[in-house]
């Protein structure tokens, strides 16, 4: 019988892991070809600028845009774009995403219907800095025989 493979996807918006698991007690592997690093933004040289209106003695101000948002949900973009197509691949059956609220937000967005649909549950908290046994620990409620 082939085992259940549940993926783990351990997020926050500097850096992606994923670790999988083959069955219960079989604890987490740290698969090393699905680590993702997001790109450095550029930051603003100049603040946002302030103008006098046109239609009389008011100022407006110009909206500073955040360079790293935009960074951070691209970021999210790509990672949901690999293990949607890792799903397609059927390196994987079930997904479990273990982020902060910021990133989990990001790739709630960004993951399609497929991984949706194979996603059995979600960690709010930023576990990138805990070792695999941790994480195991933390996830042990998701993987049933």
Request: net charge neutral; glycine share 8%; aromatic share 4%.
């Amino acid at each position: 019988m082939k085992p259940i493979v549940t993926w783990v996807l351990v997020a926050n918006t500097r850096n992606v892991s994923v670790y999988e698991n083959r069955g219960p007690g079989k604890g987490l592997v740290e698969l090393s070809d699905m680590k993702f690093r997001p790109v450095k933004a550029d930051l603003p040289r100049d603040k946002a600028g302030v103008g006098h209106s046109i239609a009389g003695h008011g100022l407006s101000a110009v909206e500073q845009s955040d360079p790293q948002e935009k960074l951070d949900a691209r970021f999210a973009r790509d990672v949901a774009a690999e293990i949607s197509l890792a799903l397609g691949n059927h390196k994987f059956n079930r997904l479990i995403v273990a982020a902060g609220p910021h990133m989990l937000g990001l790739l709630r967005g960004a993951l399609d219907e497929p991984v949706k649909a194979a996603l059995i549950g979600e960690i709010d908290k930023d576990l990138s800095n805990q070792t695999a046994e941790a994480v195991a620990r933390h996830i042990e409620q998701f993987i049933v025989p």
